[in-house]
């Protein structure tokens, strides 16, 4: 009997997924969402990091109601939980307050890829906490990783010393978003990722604005169009997606399309900033993007 209800619920999951070529929509749909955010912080008149402040405080009503829609809880924490999801949101903050000074920095192609970098981080920490060794597929992506981001570096450092600055400003913040990611592993669990969000966006969102006053940042906006940007496509259009999206494809297929939000950086970047990739470059990156897509593989 048990097994008949496994197998007729099973009947049913399978009856109401979408259609394939919608997944792969919003899959893909949610990292060119994402990928377009850096081009509103670096065209907004407000500082970058207050360009992060207003991009989860308007975000703030909006996911209150996708949390409700998804029947998700936003209250019922426990002081222990609620004390992690603070200092989630604290680390959230933190990374996005570092990517968007490097995305001011360097080039948009560099800043999205190793903001991205947070699974790479994963890998290593998941051979520390099980005292592994790594495969022969994690040791030439941590290989890779590391020869990609040398030449992108080094790459950086031929321009100018800011623009070094700036990858490194974006490395910090693939560190943040991994720590981000690990705090909160047990909370998103039990509570869902809209609620969460709602959590994250009510601590974090004053961290980044205390960030830019100390900074002496430009908050209030002259133009609201490139932090309305901002937040619908990077914090609604484009996490709205993926969490839709994510539950339906294995971690490789999520890797490579990752990959879709450098190569669109990039593409912009060259179109509206006039970023030229050598040949070079385009070698880092592509180094770098098969390490995080293995290492997303591997989640």
């Not at 919003?26 to 990091?49: H, K, S």
């Not at 999205?112 to 592994?132: D, K, M, Q």
């Not at 321009?159 to 981000?180: K, M, P, Q, R």
């Not at 940007?229 to 997606?241: D, H, I, T, Y």
């Amino acid at each position: 009997m048990e097994k008949e209800g496994a197998l007729q619920a099973e009947v049913v999951r399978e009856n109401t997924r979408p259609a394939q070529w919608l997944l792969l929509l919003a899959l893909f749909g949610g990292n060119v969402a994402l990928a377009i955010g850096p081009w509103f912080v670096r065209i907004a008149d407000t500082g970058p990091v207050a360009a992060g402040f207003w991009r989860m405080f308007l975000a703030l009503p909006f996911m209150v109601v996708l949390a409700r829609a998804n029947r998700q809880k936003l209250t019922g924490m426990g002081a222990r939980t609620l004390g992690l999801v603070a200092l989630g949101a604290v680390t959230f903050a933190l990374d996005l307050a570092s990517w968007h000074i490097g995305i001011g920095m360097t080039r948009l192609g560099n800043a999205t890829l190793f903001g991205n970098a947070g699974s790479i981080v994963l890998l290593f920490w998941g051979f520390i906490v099980h005292r592994v060794m790594p495969g022969r597929l994690e040791v030439l992506a941590i290989i890779f990783a590391l020869a990609g981001a040398a030449i992108l570096m080094g790459r950086s450092l031929e321009i100018s010393h800011e623009t070094l600055v700036g990858d490194l400003f974006s490395v910090a913040a693939g560190l943040l978003y991994a720590v981000y990611l690990l705090t909160l592993q047990g909370a998103r669990e039990k509570f869902g990722s809209w609620s969460l969000l709602v959590w994250v966006s009510i601590f974090g969102a004053p961290v980044l604005l205390g960030i830019a006053l100390l900074l002496g940042e430009p908050v209030w906006p002259q133009a609201w169009g490139p932090v309305v940007g901002l937040f619908v496509l990077s914090q609604l259009v484009g996490q709205g997606l993926m969490v839709f999206a994510l539950r339906y494809f294995p971690p490789l297929v999520v890797g490579l399309a990752l990959l879709t939000q450098p190569a669109v950086a990039s593409l912009y970047g060259w179109l509206a900033f006039g970023e030229v990739l050598s040949e070079l470059d385009i070698v880092g990156m592509v180094l770098v993007g098969a390490a995080l897509a293995v290492s997303r593989a591997k989640a």
